[in-house]
């Protein structure tokens, strides 16, 4: 099992959005590197729910990842914001993973706190804060959930 941190913005699609749901699929994705990483997401993996572009930023919940990447059908819609002219059916850039709500977290845990937590100095939003899917490690997944658990 590997673990993982998706950013969501809570205006577009909230941590409560997802436990309403109970599942929703991961669309929208257009930078490779964040792409990549959900390529690499398997059935069962956890993820890190974090709101951006809130105030504050932070993790506010916990998703497990349901079904693996498959290729996102917005990107071939003229119509959809993620509509992109360069890829094709035969060979599609773009990828989209389901996920589904396991709990929202007691409290916020904030960016500040991502970045002055011993043993997250490594985590990735600390360092590329700007990449919507990232890897994070077990123990960083741990501290961050003991962190909001008190």
């Given at each position: 099992m590997q673990c993982w941190l998706m950013k969501s913005e809570p205006d577009v699609y909230s941590i409560d959005d997802l436990e309403r749901d109970g599942s929703t699929y991961w669309e929208g994705?257009?930078?490779?590197?964040?792409?990549?990483n959900m390529r690499k997401m398997t059935v069962g993996d956890?993820?890190?729910?974090?709101?951006?572009?809130?105030?504050?930023?932070?993790?506010?919940?916990?998703?497990?990842?349901?079904?693996e990447a498959y290729?996102?059908?917005?990107?071939?819609?003229?119509?959809?914001?993620?509509?992109?002219?360069?890829?094709?059916?035969?060979?599609?850039?773009?990828?989209?993973?389901?996920?589904?709500?396991v709990e929202?977290?007691?409290a916020l845990v904030p960016l500040d706190t991502l970045k002055t937590t011993k043993g997250l100095e490594e985590?990735?939003?600390?360092?590329?804060?700007?990449?919507?899917?990232?890897?994070?490690?077990?123990?960083?997944?741990?501290?961050?959930k003991r962190i909001a658990h008190g």
């Open positions: 994705v257009r930078n490779y590197s964040a792409r990549n956890l993820v890190l729910y974090y709101h951006s572009n809130a105030k504050p930023p932070g993790v506010v919940g916990v998703a497990r990842v349901i079904k290729a996102d059908p917005h990107q071939w819609d003229r119509n959809s914001k993620y509509f992109d002219a360069k890829s094709t059916r035969d060979d599609p850039r773009w990828s989209m993973v389901d996920v589904e709500f929202k977290l007691p985590m990735v939003v600390a360092k590329r804060g700007r990449l919507s899917v990232q890897p994070v490690t077990e123990k960083e997944f741990e501290i961050v």
